[in-house]
Nanobody
């Protein structure tokens, strides 16, 4: 399974971040592992943000739940992350992952005015 994140590298505070993970080598309609978003702020550890399952159920980190939404587009074999009410503390490398087994290379997001 190969995963590739895409999205804006720079966003302003209070805006909503939208990232897309494009999957190849397998299908969102058959792969039984969850599709996850994880981030790593500069100098800090990994933080699991949430996931969407084969059935479409979603699970979120409780600390981010009010600002996070994960969805999928099976026709494009993609899943997306939306994170609202951004602050500079959301600056991080953002990764998508299949079952925490396969990972994308990550995309850097900076929140700054």
């Amino acid at each position: 399974v190969q995963l590739q994140e895409s999205g804006p590298g720079l966003v302003k505070p209070s805006q909503t971040l939208s990232l897309t993970c494009t999957v190849s080598g397998d299908s969102l309609t058959t792969n039984i592992l969850s599709w996850n978003w994880i981030r790593q702020p500069p100098g800090k550890g990994l933080e699991w943000m949430g996931a969407i399952t084969l059935s479409g159920s979603t699970y979120y980190n409780s600390s981010l739940k009010s600002r996070t939404s994960i969805s999928k587009d099976t026709s494009k074999n993609q899943f997306t992350l939306q994170l609202s009410s951004l602050t500079p503390e959301d600056t991080a490398m953002y990764y998508c992952s299949n079952g925490l087994r396969y990972w994308g290379q990550g995309t850097r997001v900076t929140v700054s005015s």
